[in-house]
C-alpha cells in the first residue's frame, strides 16, 4: 500500500499541494476529475466549495463537506508516476512471505 494523505492545502482554483505520510509532496490540478462531471461533483466545481477539501485522518485521503473523497491510493500515484499494479504486487508479496 501507498502512503496516505497528512495534510493537504488549496492552492488556488482547482489545485491542491498534497503531503504525504512518507513526506513526499506534490501538487495535482483536479479541473479535469470534478468540472462537468455532474452527481456527486457538482459541488466541487464551485471553488468556494472546492476549497473547503481537508483530510480525512481515519482513512488518509481527502474529502470534501458532501463526502467526496478520492483513493489515497491513485492521489499518490498521481504525484509520484508510480503504478498502482506493481506497488500492489510489491506489497502482496510481502504479505506472503511473512510467517
Not at 12 to 41: H, I, M, P, S, W
Not at 63 to 79: G, I, K, M, R, T
Request: charged residues 30%; contains cysteine.
Amino acid at each position: 500500500m501507498f502512503p496516505r494523505v497528512k495534510q493537504v492545502r488549496h492552492l488556488g482554483e482547482y489545485r491542491l499541494e498534497l503531503t504525504f505520510t512518507d513526506g513526499t509532496k506534490g501538487e495535482l490540478d483536479f479541473r479535469e476529475r470534478v468540472a462537468g462531471r455532474g452527481g456527486v461533483f457538482a459541488p466541487l466545481q464551485d471553488v468556494g466549495f472546492f476549497q473547503q477539501v481537508r483530510v480525512d485522518p481515519e482513512v488518509g485521503t481527502i474529502v470534501w463537506p458532501n463526502e467526496v473523497d478520492f483513493c489515497p491510493d491513485v492521489l499518490y500515484s498521481l504525484v509520484t508516476g508510480k503504478p498502482i499494479l506493481a506497488e500492489r504486487k510489491r506489497w502482496l508479496s510481502q504479505v506472503e512471505s511473512e510467517p
